[in-house]
């Protein structure tokens, strides 16, 4: 999901930034330039660090600025079909949970969540689940499968598609309840067995 690559490219230093180092100044501009835009074979990118080799600078005629290449670090995001990522619910609508997954959001569907029949709760606002007690909130935590993934030119206008609903998946307190009450009725089985087993006097 998240990967570090070494970036190539050339940036513009303006003249009124000719008296400041022109390391920081490489480092302002690529970041400006680069961080929170999607490029289609990278993903996301995050973060650009690590500016160096910056260039002696070419001036070209009418052009006051002087250009320069440099090499640098970028902290990547490439959400991959069929990833288990850990995100927070950040907003609930009528139609399904929004999870925060590191830089953006993806959208589990109202019938992603649980296998549970789910009513929304405009109040509070919540998805519940009046069966079994399970609720669904904003801030919550959950384990989601990524499903579909469309990276387009902005974050607003690229989509992620979770799932919520195999086994091992869904808010964290749902796994761990089924978690204690599995080992509960795995300690138990071993029990039986034994009294079956027993001869009577």
């Known amino acids: 999901m998240y990967n570090i690559y070494t970036i190539k490219d050339t940036f513009k230093l303006l003249p009124e930034y000719f008296d400041k ?10 970041q400006k330039k680069y961080e929170g835009s999607i490029d289609k074979d990278l993903g996301v990118i995050v973060a650009v660090f690590d500016v160096k080799n910056v260039s002696d600078g070419l001036i070209y005629p009418g052009d006051p600025a002087t250009h320069h290449e440099a090499e640098f670090s970028a902290l990547t995001f490439m959400p991959k079909v069929d990833e288990i990522i850990l995100g927070e619910v950040t907003e609930l609508a009528e139609f399904g949970a929004f999870v925060r997954i590191g830089p953006m959001d993806g959208l589990v569907h109202v019938s992603q969540i649980t296998s549970d029949f789910l009513s929304f709760d405009r109040k509070v606002p919540a998805f519940v689940s009046k069966k079994t007690g399970k609720n669904l ?64 006097k």
């Open 21 to 30: 180092d022109i390391q920081d100044v490489a480092a302002e501009v690529l």
């Open 137 to 200: 909130k904003k801030g919550d935590i959950v384990y989601a499968k990524i499903s579909t993934v469309s990276m387009k030119t902005s974050i607003k206008d690229s989509k992620i598609a979770l799932t919520m609903k195999p086994e091992g998946l869904g808010k964290i307190e749902w796994i761990s309840t089924k978690s204690s009450s599995s080992s509960a009725q795995r300690g138990a089985t071993p029990a039986k067995k034994e009294a079956k087993q027993e001869k009577p």
